[in-house]
């Protein structure tokens, strides 16, 4: 899934890298690699807030790996 949205160089790497960790997953899946899925899964969740997180602020994400955090901290919106 590739959600258009305006960025620049910066956060268009950390969303394509989502992206292809969001397609990894799914290989992963595919050839019964579950336990790849797993990590390449939580990569994506994370790099997808860490993204708009750039794109809001323009400035770098916190450096943090707490997906709840992430979503909710009420500065990672769209």
């Not at 590739?2 to 160089?9: G, L, P, R």
């Not at 969001?22 to 690699?33: E, F, H, Y």
């Not at 994370?46 to 909710?72: C, M, N, T, V, W």
Request: hydrophobic letters at 35%.
């Amino acid at each position: 899934m590739d959600y258009k949205i305006v960025m620049n160089e910066t956060v268009s790497k950390w969303w394509k890298q989502a992206n292809r960790d969001i397609l990894t997953a799914k290989n992963c899946i595919d050839s019964g690699d579950y336990y790849a899925n797993v990590f390449f899964s939580e990569q994506a969740i994370e790099k997808g807030p860490k993204a708009l997180y750039i794109r809001q602020f323009d400035d770098a994400p916190p450096r943090i790996h707490h997906i709840d955090k992430l979503a909710s901290n009420g500065r990672c919106t769209a």
